[in-house]
């Protein structure tokens, strides 16, 4: 059965049309992934989907209920995380799990059982009674998604889970993400801009830029689709990249910060490339061979890196802010 649906759904903000024609199934039980740069759209998607924003148009379901025509069931069948941190720092961890509970009406005993089994799960059961603002921010996101979880929701959304942790911290959280399917039996929409983040975590993910699907589908098989092998190349002059394509193995040629050349057989291409380059006088300053990853999906899709530097100056302040734990 499909968790969530949705047809050409599509949502603007006066001239930015920030979702555009969204058609997209998430399977019960797997574990979705929203990968893109920053103001590709995966938060308005995901407001959308938890019925905070109104769509402009098209239409979505999430576990069988529409999003505009009935809100309420959409909202007591999902938990959600916010990219935002919205705990209560006065409260203790403890405190803010029953403060959720009682939102969402659950028995007082079963709040008990459910608020101790999830501190568990999420290993803060011996700082549950100290208050938030005690918490470090990876202390806090686990909080959060234990928190989410308290009425036993159907599916949990979670909006960049990890953003701005260390790497330590994000690989806890990771395994907490990783046990929630089984051990909760719950489906899981989560929403990235790590590359990584999506190849460790997601059965599926939708690659979203400027609102839109670019590539859809297990990060795997994403990554066998572009090819092979990766060359990349760091050039004297980066213009004379294209003459590569003249090439007969070299399947596509992509320039960002270094030149990625997609081939076959990466130990084959190699010594050619070299020759190529001394043959024609394009001078190679150095040359790397490797398998490729989500962050090429993306480049191959969109023809462009699926870095921060490349997302507009107001997301990018906006996702530092964040950061800094502005709003
Ligand atoms: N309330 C709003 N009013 C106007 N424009 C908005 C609003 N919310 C989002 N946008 C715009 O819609 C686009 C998508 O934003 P969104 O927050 O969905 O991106 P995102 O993929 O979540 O990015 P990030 O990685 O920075 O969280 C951006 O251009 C953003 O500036
Ligand atoms: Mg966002």
């Known amino acids: 059965?499909?968790?969530?649906?949705?047809?050409?759904?599509?949502?603007?903000?006066?001239?930015?049309?920030?979702?555009?024609?969204?058609?997209?199934?998430?399977?019960?039980?797997?574990?979705?992934?929203?990968?893109?740069?920053?103001?590709?759209?995966?938060?308005?998607?995901?407001?959308?989907?938890?019925?905070?924003?109104?769509?402009?148009?098209?239409?979505?379901?999430?576990?069988?209920h529409g999003v505009t025509d009935e809100p309420s069931d959409?909202?007591?069948?999902?938990?959600?995380?916010?990219?935002?941190?919205?705990?209560?720092?006065?409260?203790?961890?403890?405190?803010?799990?029953?403060?959720?509970?009682?939102?969402?009406n659950v028995d007082r005993h079963m709040q008990k059982k459910r608020i101790k089994e999830l501190l568990e799960l999420v290993e803060?059961?011996?700082?549950?009674?100290?208050?938030v603002k005690n918490y470090s921010g990876g202390m806090k996101r686990r909080l959060e998604i234990a928190r989410g979880l308290i009425h036993r929701p159907n599916i949990l959304f979670l909006d960049e889970p990890t953003l701005g942790l260390d790497p330590q911290t994000r690989?806890?959280?990771?395994?907490?993400?990783?046990?929630?399917?089984?051990?909760?039996?719950?489906?899981?929409?989560?929403?990235?801009?790590?590359?990584e983040e999506a190849e460790m975590l997601c059965d599926r993910v939708g690659i979203i830029d400027h609102g839109r699907i670019v590539a859809l589908g297990q990060p795997r098989q994403l990554i066998k689709d572009i090819g092979e092998d990766i060359v990349?190349?760091?050039?004297g002059d980066k213009s004379r990249a294209e003459a590569?394509?003249?090439?007969?193995?070299?399947?596509?040629?992509?320039?960002?910060?270094?030149?990625?050349l997609v081939v076959e057989d990466g130990a084959e291409a190699t010594p050619r490339i070299c020759e190529f380059a001394t043959q024609n006088n394009i001078k190679l300053r150095s040359l790397e061979l490797?398998?490729?990853?989500?962050?090429?999906?993306?480049?191959?899709?969109?023809?462009?890196?699926?870095?921060?530097?490349?997302?507009n100056s107001r997301d990018r302040m906006k996702s530092m802010m964040r950061r800094r734990g502005g709003r």
């Open 1 to 64: 059965m499909s968790s969530i649906e949705t047809v050409d759904l599509t949502k603007r903000f006066g001239d930015v049309t920030a979702v555009d024609s969204l058609n997209l199934r998430v399977e019960s039980g797997e574990v979705f992934g929203l990968l893109g740069p920053n103001g590709a759209g995966k938060t308005t998607t995901l407001s959308i989907l938890c019925t905070i924003l109104k769509p402009t148009s098209g239409s979505a379901s999430v576990n069988g």
């Open 74 to 104: 959409v909202r007591k069948s999902i938990g959600i995380v916010f990219q935002d941190p919205s705990l209560d720092n006065r409260l203790t961890g403890r405190e803010n799990m029953e403060m959720h509970a009682e939102l969402y």
């Open 124 to 131: 803060l059961t011996s700082r549950a009674d100290e208050p």
């Open 171 to 195: 690989g806890k959280i990771w395994e907490y993400i990783r046990k929630l399917p089984s051990e909760e039996n719950i489906t899981i929409v989560l929403t990235t801009h790590y590359m």
């Open 232 to 235: 990349s190349l760091k050039l």
């Open 244 to 260: 590569f394509k003249q090439l007969s193995f070299v399947k596509n040629v992509k320039v960002g910060e270094t030149v990625r």
């Open 290 to 311: 490797r398998t490729p990853t989500l962050n090429d999906v993306f480049l191959y899709h969109v023809g462009r890196e699926l870095r921060e530097e490349n997302a």
